[in-house]
């Protein structure tokens, strides 16, 4: 294990963007809603921009505060300088066209705006078991491409990127194979013992049961004012 600092995603967010209360934030690629009712939860008047209709209406169903919108981050539906804080919440390696997703939240951010990327890092202690599911660190690298090639683009100031660590907490191998193909079926089932070996082999253990660490990093690019 390295020696990065243990971070929950608002730990994260207090960290790389310090206060959002009051802030007009949409969170591209918002899935069920989890990290946007985060975002709500530290005072940000959240937006949840997500392209599949399942997971707008899961959602919805939560409540939680922010609104949901159906659509897709490289043709955000919204007008330009529309919001303080785009964030993608570890979905830009989920874009098609990450570059033309970001050039969006650029796009919908007002001057002096931010925004903010989570994003996993691959080579962290779940990465051997998780890539016997799907191996996803080439969209990982792709993620960062994108990140480096927009935030070198006019009017932008990148700031240095907060490494950190999470904690994914659950019990068995069968669990994490269930979580896991249950986000996308087509993600292939390894084979169990050598899987059961590895997650055997990553897990932790703190005074509230035990885990894997994950590593993860937060980009933060300001739009000039």
């Known amino acids: ?43 940000a008047v959240a937006t949840g921009l997500e392209p599949q209709q399942s997971a707008v209406d899961q959602a919805r169903e939560r409540g939680g505060g922010p609104a949901y919108v159906m659509g897709s981050a490289d043709a955000a539906p919204f007008g330009d300088a529309e919001f303080d804080l ?4 570890y979905s830009l390696h989920h874009c098609p066209d990450p570059v033309a997703a970001l050039r969006e939240a650029v796009r919908v ?6 925004i903010a990327v989570f994003e996993p890092e691959a080579d962290d202690p779940i990465y051997p078991v998780a890539k016997l599911i799907d191996d996803e660190k080439m969209v990982y690298d792709l993620a960062q491409s994108a990140i480096a090639q927009v935030s070198n683009e006019a ?3 990148r ?34 013992l050598t899987f059961k070996t590895l997650f055997d082999a990553a897990l932790e253990r703190d005074e509230d049961g035990v ?3 994950c590593w993860e990093r937060l980009d933060v690019l300001r739009k000039a004012a």
């Open 1 to 43: 294990m390295s020696d990065r600092v243990f971070l929950t995603f608002k730990e994260a967010v207090r960290h790389g963007l310090g206060d959002i209360e009051g802030l007009d934030a949409i969170d591209l690629g918002s899935g069920s809603g989890g990290k946007t009712r985060a975002l709500a939860s530290l005072g």
């Open 86 to 89: 785009a964030v993608f919440t």
């Open 109 to 114: 951010v007002r001057p002096g705006g931010r």
């Open 155 to 157: 009017g932008l100031d």
């Open 159 to 192: 700031a240095d990127p907060v490494r950190y660590a999470t904690r994914y907490r659950v019990s068995t191998a069968e669990a994490l194979i269930e979580g896991m193909v249950s986000v996308n079926p087509n993600r292939k089932r390894p084979d169990a």
């Open 211 to 213: 885990f894997i660490p």
